[in-house]
């Protein structure tokens, strides 16, 4: 039996296959790969790609990953937060542009009280009521989770970053812990939440047995979404003279996360757009069945400055809309703005 058909058979992949892949050079393989995921995401989910509006609540953040143009100590970043009434007015938008679900991420932002935002989550379920709300906002406490989650919203984004402690110690400072992030994601998924998990591809000191090792820890999981882009250099960071992670290495990582688990909500990245031209569409016809258009407000959207080159930061909501819907149909897939749940 082939690797590809082996991992698809049997939902696991060894250290020595996940070598295999990520080292070939023959390109046969390679599109073997490809084909077998995108089958298996054809077979759970059809021709669809969901749509998930964007929302960039603040550029503020307290912690300081060595990776992150948002990272505290970053003095050259430009700062913002949206009022309340800016996301309201995001989400309105959003609805009308036939978006059912919106994700709200941000830096960890201090001024986000649970005091302020549990009311604020519990208005948007009011006035959406037949809206999936993904947050994708930090490490917060166990309280907190539970509180936002009681007030209405469904979904929560974080990514692990790297499932190897030693790994996680190298791109974080001190004062963050690995543990604390893998507590977070396990409380997350206790309450109740659809969770999602992820990491960089080509981060530095990244190796294979630390992928391996991401790899397991979402078979350990079971996240019903996982995340996973390029590292992009980025400047007046620590990692800013490290070599961006590769387009063709997180494809075929995300061609190996469908195959191991076919029914996983996969996001074709913005970074993954951001160092190919046509990467949101490769990253989909490897087996990606969700995209995140922008709905962020126009004159904040280049300050969330996560990465350097980030596209999608000069067209309004409905352009990037636009952009990305002829985009998906430009390969056969069709894009839908439905809540988009994962398929059991
Ligand atoms: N390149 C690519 N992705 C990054 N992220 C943060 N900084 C970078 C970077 N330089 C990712 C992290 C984080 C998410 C919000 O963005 O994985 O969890
Ligand atoms: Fe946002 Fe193209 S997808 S501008």
């Known amino acids: 039996m082939s690797v590809v058909e082996n991992i698809r058979d049997t939902h696991d992949i060894s250290l020595e296959e996940l070598r295999q892949i990520l080292t070939t050079d023959d390109s046969e393989a390679i599109e073997t790969l490809r084909a077998a995921a995108r089958e298996e995401a054809d077979r759970v989910y059809g021709k669809s790609v969901f749509v998930r509006g964007l929302i ?12 992150c143009g948002l990272r505290r100590s970053n003095d050259q970043a430009v700062r913002y937060r949206l009022s309340e009434e800016q996301i309201y007015q995001c989400c309105e938008k959003g609805y009308r542009l036939g978006f059912r679900t919106f994700v709200l991420q941000g830096g960890e932002d201090g001024w986000f009280t649970d005091e302020r935002l549990v009311p604020m989550v519990a208005n948007i379920r009011r006035r959406f009521p037949n809206c999936a709300i993904t947050l994708s906002l930090g490490e917060r406490s166990r309280e907190s989770y539970q509180a936002l989650y009681d007030a209405g919203a469904n979904r929560y984004l974080l990514r692990h970053e790297t499932a190897d402690a030693g790994h996680y110690a ?18 997350l998924k206790e309450i109740g939440y659809q969770v999602g998990c992820g990491f960089m591809v080509g981060s530095p000191y990244q190796t294979v047995e630390t992928l391996f090792k991401d790899l397991q820890f979402i078979r350990q999981l079971q996240p019903h979404m996982v995340g996973i882009g390029p590292f992009v250099s980025t400047h007046n960071t620590p990692f800013e003279n490290y070599p961006n992670g590769k387009v063709e290495t997180t494809l075929r990582l995300l061609s190996i996360i469908r195959l191991l688990h ?8 913005t970074a993954l757009g951001t160092l190919h031209p046509q990467g949101r569409e490769k990253g989909i016809l490897a087996g990606a069945n969700v995209v995140m258009p922008n709905l962020s ?18 067209e309004e909501a409905a352009e990037c809309q636009a952009c990305i819907e002829h985009r998906m149909r430009r390969i056969g897939y069709e894009p839908v703005v439905d809540r988009g749940d994962y398929k059991e």
């Open 297 to 314: 407000p126009i004159d904040h959207r280049k300050d969330y400055a996560i990465y350097d080159n980030k596209i999608c930061t000069g």
């Open 56 to 67: 960039e609540l603040s550029s503020f953040c307290r912690n300081d990953c060595l990776y």
């Open 262 to 269: 076919p029914h996983v909500l996969l996001p074709a990245t």
């Open 170 to 187: 190298r791109l974080h400072p001190a004062e963050m812990s690995w543990q604390h992030r893998i507590d977070c994601l396990m409380q």
